[in-house]
């Protein structure tokens, strides 16, 4: 609720990768377990309205574009891909008889349905989530030493608090 005050709680990600797989702890800690709010059971649902945690893997470090993976204390699986910086495009002119039509293109696609995996549950110090994302799932640029951005977002959702790891203007999600 206030904008660039450090969070009320505190959020730690892992990251480890093998040959097959990006796996990524996360500990949300919070020290009122027994207050987590939780809203939703079913794939893709939406988190805002519910603790939850989203992270954001551009994997071709070019800040346009993402792979979007999120999760909630009930491990529910929500994915999607952010393109070009999540703006919806202008209008979208194509001829015809009658003049033109126009239309909108989304900067997010929530239909993209990844292969991945995900465990999470209320511990004595919040909640955990462990993700298994196959490398096979991403597209990413092949050779060594590569450098992907990276940003997550927890809702705290009791405290009305939304939490990035890098900071993200109120205006844009």
């Known amino acids: 609720p206030n904008e660039g005050q450090p969070a009320t709680e505190r959020t730690e990600l892992r990251f480890l990768v093998d040959r ?12 009122e377990p027994e207050r987590i709010i939780v809203t939703q059971s079913r794939r893709d649902g939406d ?3 519910t603790d939850s945690i989203q992270i954001l893997l ?3 470090n ?8 999120g999760t ?3 491990a529910i699986e929500y994915d999607g891909q952010v393109m070009n910086e999540g703006q919806t495009s202008g209008s979208l002119g194509r001829s015809g008889s009658g003049g033109s039509q ?12 990844a292969d991945w995996t995900v465990q999470a549950g209320i ?4 909640w955990e989530a462990e993700f298994a994302i196959p490398l096979k799932t991403l597209r990413y640029a092949v050779g060594e ?12 959702r009791r405290k009305n608090e939304q939490v990035f790891l890098a900071r993200v203007p109120r205006g844009y999600s």
């Open 58 to 60: 551009d994997t071709f």
């Open 62 to 69: 070019d800040g346009q574009n993402a792979f979007v993976f």
């Open 102 to 113: 126009r239309g909108q293109v989304s900067g997010f696609n929530a239909n993209w349905d």
């Open 123 to 126: 511990t004595p110090r919040g």
């Open 47 to 49: 988190l805002n309205d």
């Open 145 to 156: 030493n590569m450098t992907w951005g990276v940003n997550a977002t927890r809702n705290i």
């Open 20 to 31: 097959k797989n990006l796996y990524i702890g996360v500990i949300a800690f919070d020290r």
């Open 72 to 74: 909630n204390p009930f």
